[in-house]
């Protein structure tokens, strides 16, 4: 079983709409949950983090956090041509290091 | 405030050559990590230092990858020999502590082995 699982895609969402992205782990004791997002060709940038379960928002963005079913999601509302990327879910099990998703594809269209 | 900094941006060997990769991160942040990331993957951490110590380089190949950070800034990545599977993007990011939240990514190094 991977340590982080996320459903490839594409997800293809018309602009305006609201965009769920899901992702599950593995290690319990997981503790810090973070979304990268990646630009074709570029570099992730870290978009939302969240500790605690429930929702973080933040602008358009969402992040749901449920450790009991260790699950975390990211709703992207409004969602604009600009948003079309893959989206990142990471996991902090332990000190520092960050086990990262395969990540989802985000296809918004105008 | 200038970002992480790498070098080259694009290389292309043959495999059983070497290569090495070079990343300055941001400036004060003691922590750099080396990721790889592999097309259609998420990064995988290949090592991650603490000023001038390794903190956890469980994934690094050590037979064929070696990195170092002297004088705890800069920080290099070396592949000796390449393999074809090596052909990724290699990351280097920074953050302020061991413990801060935000990983700085530099825009990485696409490394093709052919």
């Known amino acids: 079983q991977k340590e982080v699982e996320q459903n490839s895609g594409p997800l293809s969402v018309p602009e305006g709409a609201i965009a769920s992205l899901n992702c599950t782990y593995s290690?319990?004791?997981?503790?810090?949950f973070f979304w990268y997002r990646q630009y074709s060709g570029k570099s992730p940038e870290l978009i939302m983090s969240?500790?605690?379960?429930g929702d973080k928002e933040d602008g358009r963005f969402t992040a749901q956090l449920n450790k009991a079913s260790q699950y975390v999601s990211l709703l992207i509302r409004d969602s604009q041509p600009s948003d079309s990327a893959t989206y990142l879910c990471?996991?902090?099990?332990?000190?520092?290091?960050?086990?990262f998703g395969a990540g989802t594809i985000l296809r918004v269209k105008s | 405030e200038a970002g992480v900094a790498q070098s080259p941006r694009y290389k292309i060997i043959e495999k059983r050559q070497s290569v090495a990769f070079w990343c300055n991160p941001i400036?004060?942040?003691?922590?750099l990590y080396w990721y790889q990331q592999i097309l259609g993957q998420g990064p995988k951490l290949l090592i991650q230092?603490?000023?001038?110590?390794?903190?956890?380089d469980s994934q690094l190949p050590k037979d064929r990858f070696s990195a170092e950070r002297l004088k705890g800034v800069d920080s290099t990545l070396k592949i000796q020999p390449a393999k074809l599977e090596d052909s990724a993007v290699y990351l280097c990011?920074?953050?302020?502590?061991?413990?801060?939240?935000?990983?700085?990514f530099g825009p990485g190094t696409r490394l093709t082995v052919l």
């Open positions: 400036s004060g942040h003691a922590t």
């Open positions: 290690d319990r004791v997981s503790q810090s």
């Open positions: 969240i500790y605690s379960n």
């Open positions: 230092f603490q000023n001038n110590g390794v903190v956890d």
């Open positions: 990471a996991v902090r099990p332990g000190g520092n290091k960050l086990v």
């Open positions: 990011a920074s953050s302020l502590t061991s413990v801060a939240d935000t990983q700085y």
